[in-house]
Nanobody, 114 residues
Framework: VQLQASGGGLVQAGGSLRLSCVAS????????MGWHRQAPGKQRELVAA???????NYVDSVRGRFTIFRDNAKNTVYLQMNSLKPEDTAGYYC?????????WGQGTLVTVSS
């Protein structure tokens, strides 16, 4: 499986972005997918996750502003980010997990200006 993330960019505080992560190969519908982020000088953190059964979870700092969803027909997981804040600035990475197998995408940069 290979993951290709896109959709990052520069946005003003209060704005929105939608990130996409397309998975090549098989098994997407059975995989748990996640979006992680890493800001300069900080550890990578899980932002949002969605299971193969569409159960979602969010880190407290984004709950109510970000939405993770998936389209199994397109092998794609999305992260809709609204009401963006400067502290959301980071590289965002998608993650694929299924039965001990794990893959990471290359990351897409989100910069939120104040």
């Amino acid at each position: 499986v290979q993951l290709q993330a896109s959709g990052g960019g520069l946005v003003q505080a209060g704005g929105s972005l939608r990130l996409s992560c397309v998975a090549s190969g098989s098994g997407f519908s059975r995989a748990n997918m996640g979006w992680h982020r890493q800001a300069p000088g900080k550890q990578r953190e899980l932002v949002a996750a969605i299971t193969s059964n569409y159960i979602v979870n969010y880190v407290d700092s984004v709950r109510g502003r970000f939405t993770i969803f998936r389209d199994n027909a397109k092998n794609t997981v999305y992260l809709q980010m609204n009401s963006l804040k400067p502290e959301d600035t980071a590289g965002y990475y998608c993650n694929f997990r299924h039965r001990g197998y794990e893959r990471w995408g290359q990351g897409t940069l989100v910069t939120v200006s104040s």
